[in-house]
Nanobody, 124 residues
Framework: VQLQASGGGLVQAGGSLKLSCKGSDRTFGNYATAWFRQAPGKEREFVGSISRSGINKKYSDSVKARFTISRDNAKNTLYLQMNSLKPEDTALYYC??????????????????WGPGTLVTVSS
């Protein structure tokens, strides 16, 4: 499946932003999906992942209680609702997918499909 993320932009600290990631076809529902991010000069890090059905979710400690991951398989779309944004959330955000039931991994090399990133900038 091919992925295309959108929704990034500039927001003030404390604000909200919602990212979307559109899958290319109906096979999207067969893939577990995730969000990663990469700040300038840092390694790519796990943000959250969600199972194919959308029932199971997991977040990194740094975003837990502020970010919500969801998906709409009828629209082939993955979402990331980001609230209470902080300057340290500034990064290029990537969506990722992998085929099958295994829906949780913090290792980027275990996710086979990636979309181009969308930039989120949080000003203080």
């Amino acid at each position: 499946v091919q992925l295309q993320a959108s929704g990034g932009g500039l927001v003030q600290a404390g604000g909200s932003l919602k990212l979307s990631c559109k899958g290319s076809d109906r096979t999207f529902g067969n893939y577990a999906t995730a969000w990663f991010r990469q700040a300038p000069g840092k390694e790519r890090e796990f943000v959250g992942s969600i199972s194919r059905s959308g029932i199971n979710k997991k977040y990194s400690d740094s975003v837990k209680a502020r970010f919500t991951i969801s998906r709409d398989n009828a629209k082939n779309t993955l979402y990331l609702q980001m609230n209470s944004l902080k300057p340290e959330d500034t990064a290029l955000y990537y969506c990722a997918a992998r085929y099958g039931n295994s829906w949780y991994s913090t290792h980027s090399d275990e996710w086979g499909s990636w979309g181009p990133g969308t930039l989120v900038t949080v000003s203080s």
